[in-house]
């Protein structure tokens, strides 16, 4: 059953889980916002939903919640972190923040974050960075959880990618995993016994299908585009490693601590300000969004839109009327709140 | 009809056409060898067979031979660069060289090139950073070919994106265009008879088809992914009009010269040795390639690759036996090199 909630509510509520799961107020607070801002936004994967997972995360000691990212070495406008396998969230924002500050000086600031934890939703660094008029590009390597493209067995990451560039009337903000549909997407569609829109991997025998329930028990889930996903997530992989000198996917597949820990992050600013184009940007997007905004719909009684667009609508929708929670998932947050704090 | 041309006949053959075109020696040499290079390397699309259409363009005046790449402005790592339309080629391997530089002084190194002409294989910048030692990450914007998701006109670009990582038994190197299929593979599987061997696009009654035909009837073909491909390439296009200052797909659209002529394009290099981190690199790309190519193959008879691994093959392949080419296209190309030169 689904049921809404006001948005202060549910950030406040998830913030007093993660207090008395023993984080500090500052840090309960931010990593509460931006779970409840991916619920908000319509991601229900990466909000609510995943406070428990969190929760049980630092009580087993997969995620620090005092540790705080150390710098390891800095190249002009590169820095290398080490997450030190604090919060995914906090690390995430202090690299967006740092890659913002140096592209403020040298017009790009390239931050490679390793040793880090799950960043839950990647895009909301997207609108973050956005909403300071900076572009970004983002992406972490995962542990492995698809077929390369031809194998049966699980060997890569699901590795999104995170690409924003800010605009006055709705930021562009596209979240883009590797996998065709999330392990969640199947579930999801097989409790409603329905079908995947569109095939969304093998079953066992080796056929193309949308049967959610076929795909989970053969595992062969389907990359993006099939073969093209698949090199997308390994190139990747690879850049996120080499470039913050930590773990790629087949070493992250040892850690076997829970979803991304010991995981490799890249985050690139660019700051239009720094470098002048900061007007011929807003021309640019507001071209494309006209153009593609304008196209002949498929079905006439739905708009043709840019990445970011929808969500922008949903977190308006649910402003107004309260954010969409799973009922179950919210008492159970709502217990973790109530609980005796941690000694 | 194919046939097999020694590598050295191939390159020599159209370094002479490109001569009796009006290009320099130097010039017509080096386009010569990257379109002879995608043949070698089975990348048909944009090797040989695109030599005739280069021609016509500099005969029509889309291509300016001579015009050399001017730069626009330096910010730190970043330049901007203008191509004054320029052989795309010439273009490419330039900046491709400079954001090598670049990175050599900074750590990365990024050119965002406006105003320039069709790259034809992407890869090859790729192949070029990654045998000197350096990561490449370069995209393209171009004019539209493919249908937002959703939408039934053509308002998006084919963006090819290109991901390059140095490794000494064979570098990993990504080439991937935005739709599912290209209209060559549509147009060479339809006059064999065949069907794609995943669905390509819509039909003209918008059911999803693995037919070529149909999809060339309705132009609605498939963007990688669905949904998914739709989003990265809009992304593409912004992100290399807004840094290069340049032209984004819907205004290319209105250029209306060939195909990419006035297209923007970015160079974003990243130098390990500046960085320290080679070493660390081998590691890794090597840890990934024994992963992957350890998987459990769904074909018995057919290997699981990494990206670049099987281009790797077929070069040692046709330089060993000769370069498989059309034997029309060769006939032709044999014929304009042969011509009165140019006044």
């Not at 030190?84 to 202090?94: E, H, K, V």
């Not at 799973?326 to 008492?331: E, N, R």
Request: glycine residues 10%; contains cysteine; proline residues 5%.
């Amino acid at each position: 059953m689904m049921t809404r909630v006001p948005y202060q509510q549910l950030e406040d509520t998830i913030a007093q889980a993660f207090l008395r799961a023993g984080m500090t107020e500052e840090k309960a607070r931010i990593s509460a916002r931006f779970h409840a801002e991916a619920s908000r936004d319509g991601v229900y994967s990466h909000g609510l939903n995943r406070v428990p997972r969190f929760i049980e995360y630092l009580t087993l000691g997969w995620v620090d919640a005092d540790a705080e990212p150390v710098l390891v070495r800095q190249t002009g406008p590169i820095e290398v972190l080490d997450g030190q396998r604090g919060p995914g969230i906090l690390n995430a924002l202090y690299a967006t923040d740092r890659a913002i500050e140096l592209a403020a000086e040298h017009g790009t600031g390239i931050v490679a974050l390793r040793n880090t934890t799950h960043w839950m939703r990647g895009g909301a660094f997207g609108w973050h960075a956005a909403d300071r008029g900076k572009i970004l590009m983002a992406w972490t390597n995962t542990e492995s959880c698809m077929p390369a493209w031809g194998a049966t067995d699980t060997r890569l990451g699901n590795n999104p990618l995170v690409m924003a560039v800010p605009r006055a009337e709705g930021h562009l903000v596209l979240d883009m995993a590797m996998s065709q549909y999330s392990y969640g997407k199947l579930q999801t569609t097989r409790l409603k016994n329905a079908q995947l829109p569109y095939p969304g991997g093998f079953d066992n025998d080796g056929n193309l299908t949308a049967d959610p329930a076929a795909i989970e028990a053969s595992r062969r889930i389907l990359p993006t585009g099939f073969w093209k996903g698949s090199g997308l997530t390994i190139l990747l992989d690879v850049l996120a490693a080499v470039l913050s000198e930590g773990l790629a996917t087949h070493q992250i597949d040892q850690v076997d601590q829970g979803s991304c820990t010991g995981c490799s992050q890249i985050f690139l600013a660019f700051d239009p300000d720094r470098l002048g184009s900061a007007a011929h940007m807003q021309e640019i997007v507001d071209g494309m969004a006209r153009y593609v905004n304008g196209s002949t719909p498929a079905d006439p009684s739905r708009k043709v839109t840019y990445p970011g667009q929808n969500t922008y609508h949903t977190r308006q929708e649910h402003l107004a009327n309260g954010v969409i929670v799973d009922d179950g998932i919210w008492q159970e947050v709502e217990a973790l709140a109530e609980r005796e704090p941690k000694a």
